[in-house]
């Protein structure tokens, strides 16, 4: 059986992609999450994980907030570690500007998922048009649901309404779907 790896910054992460994954990909490739304790740990850590993985038919993809930094330079340092690790056809993905944007990308799913109403209507505001842009995405969707949503559980919540047709504004959001259908098709083919 095939594996599909995901390397993950924090745990909230992996709570909003397995409502989305097992939409993505089929029954017959099993899925592994390995959240780290943050961008720190990730950099300290993905190397030796990535080297220590025996098992064949194994693909990789490394999920990562942008947070303040630039985004091709983190995207750059993170595939440099793949690469050092043996592994240069892991897919490194990067959260523009934190993961939260996904979801103001989706602010339909943000709705369903929290039980509020009328925060799906704001889509067309300006900032919910490129939610990419926002270097502040977790305090503006705290603020946006009134304190309802949490880091953890709201991910867990959100993850399984978030929209996988291209509809979401987050670019990065969308280019991460991209890929994981690209991988999955790899690892189906093969």
């Given amino acids: 059986m095939s594996t599909l790896v995901f390397f993950l910054e924090e745990p909230s992460a992996r709570e909003m992609l397995q409502g989305v994954v097992p939409r993505l ?3 017959t ?8 304790e943050g961008k ?11 080297r220590g993985w025996l098992a064949p038919d194994t693909c990789f993809i490394v999920l990562r907030d942008q947070d ?20 240069p056809d892991t897919l490194v993905r990067i959260a523009c500007h934190e ?4 979801y103001l990308g989706d602010l339909h799913a943000v709705e369903l998922a929290l039980q509020l109403h009328g925060v799906a209507g704001r889509q067309g505001g300006r900032k919910y048009r ?9 305090q503006e969707l705290a603020r946006l649901t009134g304190g309802r949503y949490q880091k953890i559980g709201g991910s867990r919540a959100i993850g399984p309404h978030l929209g ?16 994981i259908r690209t991988v999955v098709d790899q690892l189906t083919a093969a």
Avoid: T, W
């Fill in 25 to 27: 990909v089929p029954e």
């Fill in 29 to 36: 490739v099993s899925v592994r999450y390995i959240p780290f």
């Fill in 40 to 50: 720190q740990d990730m950099s300290r850590q993905l190397e030796r994980k990535l």
């Fill in 68 to 87: 303040s930094g630039d985004c091709m330079q983190v995207k750059q340092e993170l595939a440099q570690l793949c690469c050092h690790a043996g592994r």
């Fill in 99 to 102: 993961i939260e944007s996904f």
């Fill in 130 to 138: 490129d939610p990419d842009r926002l270097n502040n995405a977790s």
């Fill in 164 to 179: 996988l047709g291209g509809g979401n504004f987050s670019h990065s959001f969308n280019v991460l779907i991209s890929g």
